[in-house]
């Protein structure tokens, strides 16, 4: 599977969640944060997200608002905040320090912007990425099987970690931060309540930071989701996205929703353009060709089988002539592997 960028969110997210005045915290310990985060800094720290062949991430923040330390001989130092979902690798083991008189373990992380610093370590997961839940029911299971559901559901747009590639029984294997920011762990939901294309998983980062603004900041709010909706549609919350920049005041971009971005466009605009198409969607045939363009002239770069459960992010407009020489739409797939598949193998 090619390594691919998972997720973006604007670098006016993290702009304004400095500017919005809210203190990072870690948890319940709300008064770790002392100091605003600087929004130049924080900016070009947006900037780095996981990129094919730049920084590889073997983990991410789960909590909104961070607070990040440094540490000289006098102990630990509030030097930043970090934004739900930011990609970090791990620079060592846990440590035992103390802030403000309060001890508990602290991880060494670097992030994406190559700064390094120290979190707390229950806040940051090991993962193999980002999904958020796009059902509105996703129940937790304690197993990998319908009758092991707990009764706990996860509310809608909830950024979680997906602990690795396992897809067993059509679960995954997940950790996140609740409603209370305390962290669940190792847990399992259903893959097909789950969204893990890149707009998707950037729209509800910015939704849990637009909320953790203060209500009299509905302006900045609007700015941040506006900024969101003007890097393109296509993702499971388009609608969503719309009602929430009105409610703050702000008007989404023209056209927003309709069409696909003009930058995500392939080939010929009669033919071979592309529309948003974020679904799980199961193959229905053996020996499936996964292709590396729609096109007549893509290359295999990978089989799949009956029975195997995928995410899309996009299809063709129209049908179109596919690399077996047949006529339908083709899909672009992203989990578990990457690749476009044409329609006929693909059932809802």
Not at 242 to 252: D, E, L, Q, S
Not at 327 to 342: L, N
């Amino acid at each position: 599977m090619k390594t691919k960028r998972l997720y973006r969110v604007l670098a006016a997210t993290t702009i304004l969640a400095a500017l919005s005045g809210c203190p990072g915290k870690a948890g319940k310990d709300a008064d770790e944060a002392v100091a605003a985060p600087d929004p130049a800094a924080l900016a070009e720290q947006a900037g780095g997200r996981p990129v094919a062949g730049a920084f590889k991430p073997e983990g991410f923040v789960l909590l909104q608002g961070l607070s990040l330390f440094t540490k000289d001989e006098s102990g630990l130092r509030y030097a930043n905040s970090a934004i739900l979902g930011d990609p970090v690798r791990f620079e060592g083991k846990p440590e035992k320090l103390a802030y403000k008189g309060k001890e508990a373990e602290y991880l060494p992380v670097e992030t994406a912007g190559g700064e390094r610093y120290y979190a707390r370590a229950e806040y940051v997961t090991a993962a193999y990425r980002l999904a958020a839940v796009v059902a509105e029911d996703c129940f937790l299971h304690d197993e990998p099987r319908d009758a092991k559901v707990t009764g706990v559901s996860i509310p809608r747009y909830t950024v979680l970690a997906v602990l690795s590639d396992e897809i067993r029984d059509g679960f995954v294997k997940v950790s996140y931060a609740n409603e209370k920011d305390w962290i669940v762990r190792d847990k399992w939901v259903p893959r097909d309540a789950l969204g893990n294309d890149e707009k998707t998983v950037s729209v509800a980062i910015a939704f849990k930071v637009a909320d953790s603004m203060p209500a009299d900041r509905a302006a900045l709010k609007a700015k941040l989701l506006e900024g969101v909706a003007r890097d393109g549609s296509g993702s499971a919350f388009d609608a969503e996205l719309v009602n929430r920049i009105i409610a703050n005041g702000g008007t989404p971009p023209e056209g927003f929703g309709l069409d696909a971005p003009a930058d995500e466009a392939y080939g010929d605009a009669d033919t071979g353009s592309l529309i948003p198409y974020a679904k799980s969607l199961a193959v229905n045939a053996y020996d499936v060709r996964v292709y590396d363009d729609y096109a007549e002239q893509g290359s295999v770069v990978e089989m799949v089988n009956k029975g195997l459960l995928v995410e899309t992010s996009e299809r063709t407009a129209s049908a179109v002539t596919t690399p077996t020489g047949g006529t339908d739409y083709m899909y672009h797939i992203v989990q578990p592997t990457e690749g476009w598949v044409s329609g006929e193998f693909l059932d809802d």
